[in-house]
Nanobody, 127 residues
């Protein structure tokens, strides 16, 4: 059974940092791509970052590039999203999601390409 569990959300002041974790069970990280998405009420889900299967190539959305960094620990089967220089506009529920093992080694920020989703973690950036 595939399961993704996010942790690490919370309240942070503008300019601060947070690190989200996504623990994956059911697939090894070398076999699947994992993405981070975020959503605020009334808006579509936005792709934030993705790390591919295989060698772990990375990709970022324009709104977070240079401030957010995705990584993975294969031994722990966990993907991380380090979020620096946070802004109030980063406030959202953050979800991690995984493709199936047949997806290949591509990168995507399209939610429709991801089959498995975590429960979400609230990130609030406010003074």
């Amino acid at each position: 059974q595939v399961q993704l569990v996010e942790s690490g959300g919370g309240l942070v002041q503008p300019g601060g940092s947070l690190r989200l974790s996504c623990a994956v069970t059911g697939f090894g990280l070398v076999d699947i791509a994992v993405g981070w998405f975020r959503q605020v009420p009334g808006k579509e889900r936005e792709g934030v970052s993705c790390i591919s299967s295989g060698i772990g190539r990375v990709y970022y959305g324009d709104s977070v590039e240079g401030r957010f960094f995705i990584s993975r620990d294969i031994a722990k089967n966990t993907v991380y999203l380090q979020m620096d220089s946070l802004k109030p506009t980063d406030t959202a529920v953050y979800y991690c999601a995984a493709t199936g093992p047949l997806y290949g080694d591509g990168l995507s920020l399209n939610p429709e390409h991801f089959d498995y989703w975590g429960q979400g973690a609230q990130v609030t950036v406010s003074s």
